[in-house]
């Protein structure tokens, strides 16, 4: 049920963003959605895209230290309080979120991408909920 | 294999054949070079007063200075109609040193090779790659002359052009490897990109390694690379003196054996310039006791080594040298401390999350210096804590070690600069340095 992400080890350097898009595109991998934050020499770069055994490809062919990471991708709807009921599902388990963004599925929802902890047992507690996720194909086919 | 019976003489022979050879030199360079006439009527020293190997402190020294004074042939002996070949000094800093030889001289020179090739162990059966860069420099022609004359078959390569020197070592069925160590790591960096494994898709078998600094930890890093099961010793020499066949380790690594019927070493202090007992680290000087065209006495090397004069298991009586920490010349002086390059490189192929290459950035800030490291990262994460902690681990270790805090900066995989010679790993960036 989880999704792969793709992880990019970037310097904080003018051209190292654009260089990793263009690795991307050159190898045809879509971006669907992605998170970078704020470092004063490095950064992580992380990606869901279309592809992202290709994409870790295309990367490494290009020098870059790039992995896959295994995340949970939800589907929410526009309801005040839903992230933080779910969350406190999480947290009263003991489960970590290590990092949380947005996800970009270009209908009408809200979606995100998590990572935590012990994530087998938090998709567990989220599926009892109710929670749906989305799979590897689900992303696949987003455009 | 011992090359020369002369490696197994016993302390009073080899004594008597130094200050026979020692004498005669003295005596030449009094008549034939007048920088050393004066040198020596300034320290009121002549050459009838060399009457026992003791005697070689009354004379004075002669530096890399000395040589650009008397660029390019004021400190030769003989006429430049009996020499056969110059080569010279990449002279990074003013003007190249310059050194002349005569065919004897290039015999001497080719012996001495073949007895510091025979060290590591090889024979008339190796197929010897030289990847050192041919020209001006005396690393590629002395290992070339000193492994062919062994019966050895050359591959003459020279540096650059990496995957065709794979793909030679390949088809050759190349045995024995001639290389800086940092240009040796290269090559396997560049064999495996092409899809080849060092280890078993090659011959490797001797890696004859010079011209730069071979630590333990880049020695651990040349069997990571190319297997265990190869002999990598490292020689020793400079063009001052000849180029290398100076002196080389045997197969029990435990310092390089001189030839020291060509090459009489001296340990001094550096400051006071008083010869230190046997044992002592200290500066290397060496006076060449059978040269022709350029004899230098007593040649402050810079490098810091020991003398060790206890028999080895190997069977040779010549006094070994120290491996070296590092030249004088490249030591950097960081916040009043002094820093070999070779300790932080001991610390960087200790880590396993980062790759062999490495830059030092040395930069002033209001009056304090501030070192940077660039290092590679090797290990693949997704979690900004892993990448902390490898920097923290790497700064802690350099802590202990140098007592100084430095910046780890992490890069992607291949972005230094490689080189195919003498690595270039420190950038002072310090006004006036």
Redesign the interface.
Known sequence: MFIKQLSVFIENREGRLEQVLEALKKNGVNIISLSLADTSDYGLLRLIVSDPEKGKQGLKEDGFSAMLTEVLAIKLSHRVGQLQELLNVICKAGINVEYMYALSTGKDDASIVIKTSDLPKAWELLKSEGVEAFTARDIAKIQ | MIWAKEETMSREEMEALQLARLQETVKRVYEKVPSYRNKMERAGVKPEDIVTLEDLKKLPFVTKQDMRDNYPFGLFAVPKEELVRIHASSGTTGKPTVVGYTQNDIDVWTECVSRIAAMGGATSKDVAQICFGYGMFTGALGLHYGLENMGAVIVPSSSGNTEKQIMYMKDFETTLLVATPSYALRIAEVAKEMGIDPKKDLNIKIGLVGSELLTDAMRSEMHKLWGDEIIVTSNYGMSELMGPGVSGECEYLCGMHINEDYFLPEIIDPKTEEVLPPGEKGELVITCIKKEGIPLIRYRTKDVTRLIYEPCECGRCTVRMENLDGRTDDMIKIRGVNVFPSQIEEVILATQEIGPHYEIILERNNHADFMTIRVE????????RE?EDIQKKIKNRLRVILGLDAKI???????LQRFEGKAKRVRDLREGA
């Open positions: 990262l090797l290990k693949e994460t997704d979690s900004y990448l900066l992490l890069e992607s995989p291949n972005t």
